[in-house]
């Protein structure tokens, strides 16, 4: 008989779970060594800094803090992320974005805003859990476009459009999440051709290319101005200021924007106020750049006990990536090994990991898993990959 129970929406009933979140109560156990979450290190945030901004906000504006406020974001709040944008090389001004309770829920509202059940969505694959969840939700299918060390490979993705007549294109081209892979500048140019030529949404998430540890910055595909009628670009404080205070924001064409807002409402009616306040007094009065030195310093350290400790300790035959920025590194195993029930493992001799078939969005490859290499000083690091060796030998 038809019960209740299973009176569920399809595409919920259809979700995966993330494993990242799914691990993040385990990974809170303090006797375990986490690579498991992209989580920030704690340590390093201006908790001094934003407390005087929570101060000052509510000193000054309590009020206006408190209370109900606009669904696409406060002015101080739009023109600082504008500013932000602009200054990573794409030109925006404060009526070209909203504001977004970080950048999972501009994919939420861009796939509620752009998707209908049975579109197809192009992705690096490997690709972001959370939107894969946020697409799968509103019924996208996804399909993969092959990649290789310099990104997104275009040949295949102009064949990709020509085969499935995608409805957007979902890229994270700098130290994508989970490969650490980035896009090389050439490589954009020539996604940017294409995506001209096509009548296909770009939609670019880019939470992660301010962590990076050369000097080459790199320009988000959206700069491009031939996109500017088709690019979605999603961004967020949360991983160079804090991911506690959700703040984030999509820039995109205005009559788009526009729906997305009418779809905000209906899902959350507006963002934080006074964490927008404060994100705001944050950005006015300090230098955020300055601040990025110190932690960008951290986190390399922090990624060179990574890669050298994985040199060591992963068995012989596997490969890994040695990403510029960012916080992941992501791994094969030789043949013959499954991330996934090495985990548990992993678990009892007090480490964890994500492994990576989750991730996939055609075949998964059994072999692989993600480290964030961010989260442990370089000591932890190399505790905790000497007690993932021992699982490996076990393997
Ligand atoms: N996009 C990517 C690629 C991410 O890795 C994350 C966080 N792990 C997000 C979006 C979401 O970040 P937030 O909602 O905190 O801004």
């Known amino acids: 008989m038809d019960s209740?129970?299973?009176?569920?929406?399809?595409?919920?009933?259809?979700?995966?779970?993330?494993?990242v979140r799914d691990l993040f109560e385990i990974s809170l156990d303090p006797a375990l060594i986490s690579f498991a979450g992209g989580n920030p290190a704690p340590e390093l945030f201006d908790v001094d800094g934003l407390a005087a901004a929570f101060s000052a906000v509510m000193a000054t504006e309590g009020g206006r803090a408190m209370q109900y406020?606009?669904?696409?974001?406060?002015?101080?709040?739009?023109?600082?992320?504008?500013?932000?944008?602009?200054?990573?090389?794409?030109?925006?001004?404060?009526?070209?974005l909203i504001i977004t309770s970080g950048s999972q829920q501009g994919l939420g509202l861009l796939s509620q805003t752009l998707i209908n059940p049975g579109d197809v969505v192009l992705a690096e694959n490997p690709s972001f859990v959370s939107a894969l969840q946020a697409f799968g939700l509103q019924g996208a299918e996804f399909k993969p476009v092959d990649t290789d060390e310099a990104g997104v490979?275009?040949?295949?993705?102009?064949?990709?459009?020509?085969k499935w007549h995608p409805k957007a294109v979902y890229l994270i081209p700098t130290f994508q999440n989970p490969t650490g892979i980035t896009m090389s500048a050439e490589r954009r140019r020539q996604v940017a051709d294409i995506l001209a030529a096509s009548d296909t949404w770009l939609i670019e998430d880019d939470p992660y290319s301010e962590l990076r540890f050369t000097e080459e910055q790199q320009?988000?595909?959206?700069?491009?101005?031939?996109?500017?009628?088709?690019?979605?670009?999603?961004?967020?404080?949360?991983?160079?200021?804090?991911?506690?205070?959700?703040?984030?924001?999509?820039?995109?064409?205005?009559?788009?924007?526009?729906?997305?807002?009418?779809?905000?409402q209906a899902n959350s009616l507006q963002t934080s106020t006074i964490d927008q306040l404060a994100a705001a007094y944050y950005l006015a009065h300090n230098d955020l750049q300055a601040k990025l030195d110190g932690v960008r310093a951290e986190y390399r350290a922090?990624?060179?006990?990574?890669?050298?400790?994985?040199?060591?300790?992963?068995?012989?035959g596997s490969a890994m990536t040695e990403p510029e920025g960012g916080m992941f590194v992501w791994a094969r195993l030789p043949e013959g090994h499954d991330a996934s029930a090495l985990v548990y493992d992993a678990i009892r001799a007090g480490v964890v990991f994500v492994p990576g078939a989750p991730f996939y969005i055609a075949e998964p490859d059994p072999r692989t898993l993600r480290f964030s290499?961010?989260?442990?000083?370089?000591?932890?690091?190399?505790?905790?990959?000497?007690?993932?060796?021992?699982?490996?030998?076990?393997?």
């Open 4 to 19: 209740v129970r299973s009176h569920l929406n399809e595409y919920v009933t259809a979700l995966g779970r993330s494993p």
């Open 219 to 264: 320009i988000p595909i959206s700069a491009d101005q031939r996109l500017d009628d088709r690019a979605f670009l999603c961004n967020t404080l949360s991983k160079v200021l804090s991911p506690g205070l959700r703040v984030g924001w999509v820039r995109g064409p205005a009559h788009v924007l526009e729906r997305m807002s009418a779809a905000k």
């Open 69 to 96: 406020s606009s669904t696409d974001g406060e002015p101080e709040m739009r023109e600082a992320a504008a500013k932000r944008t602009t200054e990573m090389g794409v030109p925006t001004s404060p009526d070209q």
């Open 302 to 316: 922090r990624r060179d006990a990574m890669l050298e400790g994985l040199r060591e300790g992963l068995p012989e």
């Open 153 to 162: 490979i275009p040949e295949a993705l102009e064949s990709a459009i020509e």
């Open 373 to 395: 290499f961010v989260s442990n000083d370089p000591e932890h690091t190399r505790e905790g990959l000497s007690r993932l060796g021992s699982v490996f030998d076990r393997g």
